[in-house]
């Protein structure tokens, strides 16, 4: 439940009813991310292909490191829902659960290779603002490409982004994903 009106399942039309079955035969139901947006079918459209591009095609990054990202930046701005669904997601791309669920609850704490922690650190920074050439040749140092910074910072942005929406509009975790979860 959203704290705006969103579309039911038997209310989708067009576009939006297309969505929600992809969603369901793909998962089981329908992401709370998607519901969000099925008052504007065009941004659904957009934000479905963006997600697919910037977490689920094959890039720079693997998806493991789209995943970490994911949950520290998630848990950097406590938001519980993008936490769960991304701690499931990075277990799914093949790192432990004990991990995975070291790197959502307190990153920092987390036993993570200097290069990993390195890209987390960058990921959530609290002050872009002081980021400067010497930053990203620290980064380089540690055998990041500039794609791989320009990805983290996508990749970072992307879930300040999922969490301010998730946050601010009071949406819960999905019950058919616990199941996944």
Same mark, same amino acid.
């Given at each position: ?16 009813? @297309? ?46 490191? @789209? ?82 910074? #320009? ?21 819960? #975790? ?8």
């Amino acid at each position: 439940m959203t704290f705006i009106r969103t579309l039911g399942n038997d209310e989708a039309e067009g576009t939006v009813a @297309k969505a929600f079955a992809a969603s369901i035969e793909a998962t089981g139901g329908v992401f709370e991310t998607t519901r969000l947006l099925s008052i504007w079918p065009e941004l659904l459209l957009a934000e479905q292909r963006r997600y697919n591009t910037v977490m689920l095609e094959e890039t720079a990054l693997t998806r493991a490191e @789209k995943e970490m990202i994911a949950c520290a930046v998630s848990a950097a701005n406590r938001c519980r829902y993008c936490i769960a669904h991304h701690t499931a997601m990075l277990i799914e791309a093949g790192t432990d659960a004990g991990l995975a669920n070291a790197i959502a609850d307190d990153y920092p704490a987390a036993d993570l290779p200097a290069r990993q922690r390195a890209m987390l650190d960058f990921a959530t920074t609290d002050r872009p603002d002081q980021s400067n050439a010497d930053t990203i040749e620290a980064m380089r140092r540690l055998g990041f490409d500039d794609r791989q910074l #320009l990805e983290i910072v996508i990749v970072a942005g992307f879930f300040h982004d999922y969490n301010l929406r998730v946050s601010m509009f009071g949406l819960e #975790l999905e019950d058919w994903a616990g199941q996944r979860v």
